[in-house]
């Protein structure tokens, strides 16, 4: 399976921006990056996803190193709501295309 | 739009007894799973299915069954419950269409087993 590589937990104040990291070093050409995040006590919901080239949504926007060993997801204004744990996930040829989930990062926003 | 509906919300076994845990999609998905969620842990995936009729098994298969007779259902077993399966499970979807399609969760299942 592909791993991921995430910091266990971090911290950001409310209304700046959050840079949330992912290492992926294993990652071959044709896995998609995906980024989840599990509000608590709900199921995981989708955040964004990409394959080479940076991604904006309404939610997020995703960072992709040029040799996609590394992803950032970075939201531009953190609010008490996108407190979460964030799951950044492959998928792909190399995964049987399923989602396999690692432990995430939980974010922690202060008012 | 309903999503992914699981059933029951919360349920309680005692140790070797039954149950079977219901997923219901109304998006017309190919793709079902079934994970299982520990205290502070990540998602595991113990089942999953390609479309009607089959089956695969993920990570943490033991002690599970599942089935897939209806496109739009996918139905978790526990023929005899144990303590370690006290978690909470969650049922997903997807399009097959390879990497880029997401997924749509459940709000999941707690079950305990005493």
């Known amino acids: 399976d592909a791993k991921t590589t995430q910091p266990n937990s971090m911290e950001s104040n409310e209304e700046e921006p959050v840079h949330l990291p992912c290492n992926h070093s294993t990652i071959s050409g044709t896995d998609y990056i995906h980024w989840y995040r599990q509000l608590p006590s709900q199921g995981p919901e989708y955040v964004i996803h990409?394959?080479?080239s940076n991604v904006n949504n309404r939610m997020a926007s995703l960072a992709i190193a040029e040799d996609r060993k590394s992803s950032t997801l970075i939201l531009h204004r953190a609010t008490l709501r996108d407190a979460a744990v964030y799951y950044c996930?492959?998928?792909?040829?190399?995964?049987?295309?399923?989602?396999?989930f690692g432990t995430g990062t939980s974010l922690t926003v202060i008012p | 739009n309903a999503g992914v509906t699981q059933t029951p919300k919360f349920r309680v076994l005692k140790t070797g007894q039954s149950m079977t845990l219901l997923c219901a999609q109304d998006?017309?998905?190919?793709?079902m799973y079934w994970y299982r969620q520990d205290p502070g842990m990540g998602l595991r995936l113990i089942h999953y299915s390609v479309g009607e009729g089959t089956t695969a098994k993920g990570e943490v298969p033991d002690g599970y069954n599942v089935s897939r007779l209806k496109k739009q259902n996918f139905l978790l077993g526990l023929e005899s419950a144990a303590p370690s399966q006290t978690s909470v499970y969650f049922c997903?979807?997807?399009?097959?269409?390879?990497?880029?399609?997401?997924?749509?969760f459940g709000q999941g299942t707690r079950l305990t087993v005493v």
């Open positions: 997903a979807s997807s399009y097959p269409d390879i990497g880029g399609e997401k997924a749509f």
């Open positions: 998006m017309n998905h190919e793709y």
């Open positions: 996930i492959l998928r792909g040829p190399n995964t049987g295309n399923q989602f396999y």
């Open positions: 990409g394959l080479t």
